[in-house]
């Protein structure tokens, strides 16, 4: 089974409660669509966590960006004692942080911005569309474009190409929706298959409304735990 989700935000102990609930094992899959990471209080450790699990593919959100960003800022100093580097970065982390270590650096700066498959993409914020509302291919898009656009979340904007959109970003409680993933069908569509939707909005605002939730692509059912 292949599973897609969003802005866990160093919420360790949900994310392991979701994985429990679902019964995520070595034959699934999972996609994480960025912001592993800050508001919650165990970035690292989750991210940690993510990072030696073979069956995760995680993604660039805008925090990782804004870390990375951090980091070569540091290295544009070009810096003698990496020590020292490494305590600077872990001090970055108001949670956590004293668990950072350079493979982990190493691996948040690898990570990829999208995901794109025959029939669906996964990104954090949004792909960008003509005016047509057709995306545009991924390559042409900046990073800044993948991490931090606010205009794909509006309900509004569909694109009409065939493949469904994951993405995250913006809880869908500021949208005035319910703590839980918005679905959007294509018109006359059941519902029972990937295709049938063009965009699927996954962040539930976990750090603030206490729910986690993912998406199952292989049914699309939902699946939701909570602190409670």
């Known amino acids: 089974m292949l599973y897609v989700i969003s802005d866990i935000h160093g919420e360790y ?68 004692d990496f020590d020292a580097v490494l305590s600077e970065l872990k001090r970055y982390f108001s949670d956590d942080g004293e668990l950072l270590d350079w493979e982990t650096v190493d691996q948040f700066e690898s990570l990829p911005f999208f995901y794109e498959s025959e029939n ?12 047509r509302r057709r995306i545009v291919p991924l390559r042409n898009a900046s990073p800044e474009q993948l991490v931090y656009d606010r205009f ?10 065939g493949k469904c959109v994951f993405f995250g970003h913006t809880p869908t409680i500021n949208l005035g929706f319910e703590p839980y993933i918005k679905c959007y069908l294509r018109e006359g569509a059941k519902g029972d ?20 939730g993912c998406f199952r692509v292989d049914d699309c059912k939902t699946f939701y735990v909570t602190e409670q």
């Open 13 to 80: 102990e949900l994310f392991v409660k979701l994985m429990d609930k679902i019964g995520f094992s070595s034959k699934d899959r999972l996609i994480c669509c960025g912001d592993m990471i800050e508001k919650g209080d165990r970035s690292i450790a989750l991210s940690k966590l993510i990072f030696s699990m073979p069956n995760v593919l995680a993604l660039m959100g805008n925090h990782e960006y804004a870390f990375v960003k951090y980091y070569r800022g540091i290295m544009e100093r070009s810096p003698e």
């Open 193 to 212: 298959r990937i295709t049938d939707y063009c965009k699927i909005h996954l962040d539930t605002g976990t750090w603030k409304s206490r729910v986690l």
């Open 120 to 131: 669906f993409i996964c990104v954090h914020s949004g792909v960008p569309l003509d005016e």
């Open 152 to 161: 794909f979340k509006e309900p509004t904007v569909l694109p009409i190409d």
